[in-house]
DNA sequence: GTGAAAGCGCTAACAG
DNA sequence: CTGTTAGCGCTTTCAC
């Protein structure tokens, strides 16, 4: 480690000042032809590595960029951080990833590392600003909010229209012929699980479908609150024959209650999920669910971050991407008998 | 960012000189309490944050570490980081995730990050070294390696005994039971998939169940690679009762294919795992499997290499950590024809 | 085209 | 206990 080359090692062995071989290495095409393959070929020699913190300290810039989401666990995430990364590798820039596990405070650590030049910006797939940030009014010139809507701040955000891909999900149910279409929610208070109800009451409602207080179940995202909220439709005296699910996780939790009460997916029971998660298609029945760009979440965002870090304009405030329905074999027309 | 607040800030308003500012917030007592305490009350006015690449620069360490993962789309891995993340932040480190794509350039890569002062040590999770950093004979005092045992180097390693693992799934299979048991392997080249089938010969020899050349199926820990290792074993003249699956994933594509040819999962055949993903407990059947202590990993991973950072001396080359197994839904005695 | 020199912000000797 | 000074390794004026 204290051995390592530093630039003035390379100066020494071709005989030039540290100026010149820190010209020649940056590419700044200033430097002579025989003096810049010298330099090139002793660096390369000698396994030269620029030492990161002495170059981010005198440029200020890390070259870095944090991406935080909410869990890290979920594998949801990764496609967007894969696309995100693919960019900025593309740029020289490495990605950071940070696991908020929705604590506030924790998210506030990662606005100090933006701060302290750990990072030069940040993808937020977190759904939310600490408040604390929020008052004392952050730097919004190197953040990007993507796929979990961060409301009432002016930054650039990459989402996707969680209401209209509710309403398809929702109107493919209708379309195979179900009437009563039952929805097992999110958390209520975020803004995706609010977006994805209201695509639901609206599919049904410009079906002209009665909505029944009693289909609305509440839900966390979680296998087990999928399990709960199916058990509580399926025992009601009219029970769905269709279910729509605000993730795929319920949905898994809602066909296993399905199965224990020994009813079939899809003959007895429909059911779409959100998020076409690892694992949706391979689920037995496999998953009907609304698939979103993740990969593509990720590229946006970076690249339109990336802009932003080059002082470019960035035209839009917030892009919105678009979702695809995937059929799969959790969802039939339903069985006539109620 | 140019505007940031720094140590010099705090000294002038105080009004003492920027190396006692310093002193006071890397908590090196060495400075008296009224001073102490208005330098603290400044530096949270001003919300100063010490800019890491300074301090970096000077002190010669990164205060991260680095967890490089095969394939960051893979959620099992998540769980180890999390371990890791858990200990490093209560030692003051952060932990930036490598992804390799199990490419050698990538990884050489991440072995220059350590190099050149991006983090001061690394937890390889890639199941190998690439050939060139293997060559020039990389320094082995900040490496641990995790889970993925990587062979012919002497670095720590946290590992989980493979091969007790997969005799234990296997005398599961036994003792329910099962005589003809087939096994889809791992890739073959891998050290893990090889110990996996190991495990699975050893415990049919102990058992004195002859072993039949067409019951060893070669995966490649997809589920596409399990449905077409299922398809095989399912057509052969004496089909097998039960298959152990080298990870969960080609388990599911088994049970996926067996379901395809109408077989049931578990009474027509039993399927078993290895890794317990996201999932495992909440596919239909659950899915028996061998449950590895991702977090227990993550964690003695770091630790350990903390410990060498430190400079402590690491007493075991290589831990191993237990594994248990979870019985499900998959795996059920054999129906007595055939 | 190249060298000399300054300095990014911080910490660690060394005095006092 | 505190201030002065030097310097981490690099990039970037400013001269020549």
Redesign the interface.
Known sequence: ??N?PKIKDIAATVGVSSATVSRALTGSGLVAEPTLSKIREAAIRL?Y??????R??RT?K?MSILIVVRD??N?FY??V??GA?HMARAAGY?V??G?SEGDPDRETEYF??L????ADGMILLTGQVPQQIRE?GF?DDNVVVALEMIEEVRIPQILIDNKSAAKTAVNHLISLGHKNIAHVTGPIPEKMSALRLDGYLQAMSDAGIPICQDYIAPGDFT?RGGEEAARKLIELPTPPSAIFAAND?MA??I??EA?RKKLNVPSDLSVVGFDDI??SG???PSLTTICQPCLEVGQRSMTTLLRMLDGLEVSNETTTLSTNLVVRESTAPPTKQI
């Open positions: 480690m204290s390592r396994r590595r620029p030492n990161v913190n002495a981010n300290l200020q890390s890290i666990g594998p990764l496609e951080f894969k990364e490495s950071l990833m696991n100090d590392m701060r302290d030049g750990h004392s730097s296998l996780e898994f939790g066909i296993r199965h690892f694992l391979a689920f037995l």
